[in-house]
């Protein structure tokens, strides 16, 4: 989906043609999106859209109303299609049709684009021979039609009351961060507002995962890590990079690779990446979840998780992918991202022996990330404990951080109680150096089912699904005003 690309405006009846030059045997294929996709990690939930598409013999329209993984309508006809070719979408008169010469398809239109927004993608295979787009072009039918570009700038005025306000009035200026997405701050100017308004970090949810960034063995994709980046820079954010090296996430080609080449895509993945963020990224989650989820290591507490990295270089691959990551970018401070480490238990003494090891190995490693992910009712984070942890870290000088912490299936004054607790922790320890939600808001939580329709949202986060604030944002409120006391 082109992002950072110009959006339409539409109002009434409008058509577009797009010009493409396709080689033989080729589809080209366009969408036109009335509702951005929600993508996340695995999968991917259409909402309203479309897709035209041309081949040699073939012309089609494909419709999505957003109620169902299925399309509402799939219109076909045959047509005899040169290299070159104008094919013509148009909303009219209820209809919704698509034109090559003097072959036509048409569906009735089902509402894809009453919001009154257009955006555009493609179809296409990374670095491959493919298909080119060489004009688009929109016009009013008996409506209006306007060019807008991707709202991207900084917000010029903050809330008096905003988390990134008040934290920055304490002594500490703990960075507030969350992470976020590059789609909804392209679609939705509420989302975009939360995020650049209240958080003074910035947390690369998806963009920067192997399977986003570096799609094909010689392809890589920073369209959406740079939006996010550029956001941070336009709105004075820091922006923690996540993730380098990880068990999941990753490219059905990568997960292919040969295991004596394993070391080799690593690194260079690792090397490219930072190489691309140098001096724009002040923080990467270089190794992400190492340790198993089960009690299978030796002294029946976690190992090490089994994966492609983990089978081709054992537990070196740590050191391999922070020793990368710090050579091409030595001011960049470096993290071990895991979970269900804030308590005490077996879980929490693997990590700790794990960085006591890649301590005494001389990996440039500065911190650990506690994820803080509490998803089962009755479930809490003890700051007591959490603080024991930060100060252990501390004598291993490392510093730690807050930096996927959500609150799922609690009542709004337990949730609240639970993030003001954990931030209150991060405040009292020096070396907790940020505080870090996973996400802003439930409507674009990562705990949404996302095979229901429409969209069944969790409620983790702390703003809602209308983006209405929780308790659990004045008990953050609360927290950062204390802490200026």
Known sequence: MNLRGPQLKVRGDFQ??????????????????GEVPIVYDEWRQNRRG???????????LTVWDGRSA?????????????A?????????????????????VAVPDPGIFDAGSVMFGVDAVPGAP????AALEATARDGGVAVRDTPMTGQSTQPSDSLRGLAEATGRRLPIGAAMAAEPLVSDDGYR???ATQFSMLTTENALKPQFVHPGPDTYDFAEGDLLVDFAAANDMKVHAHTLVFGEANPRWMQQVALADRERVMTEHVRTVVGHYRGRVAEWDVVNEPLSPDDDGPDGGPGLREHLWQEAMGESYIDKAFTAAHAVDPEAKLYLNEFGAEADGPRWDALYALVVRLKGRGVPIDGVGFQSHIHEAGDHIDPAVLRSHIAALAELGLSARISEIDVYGESPRVQATQFAGVLGTCLSEPTCTSFSIWGITDRYGSTAEHDSYPLETGDELPWDQRLHPKPAVAALRDTLRTARR
């Open 16 to 33: 577009v043609s797009a010009t493409v030059h396709r080689p033989a045997g080729q589809t080209a294929s366009l969408y036109l999106y």
């Open 50 to 60: 479309l897709r035209v598409a041309v081949s040699e013999r073939e012309l089609s």
């Open 193 to 195: 507002a939360l995020a």
């Open 84 to 104: 070159t070719v104008t094919v013509t979408f148009e909303r009219h008169g209820g209809d919704l049709a698509l034109s090559a010469g003097d072959t036509r």
């Open 70 to 82: 299925a399309p509402v309508a799939d219109r076909t006809a045959s047509v005899t299609s040169p």
């Open 130 to 133: 493919d298909w080119t787009l």
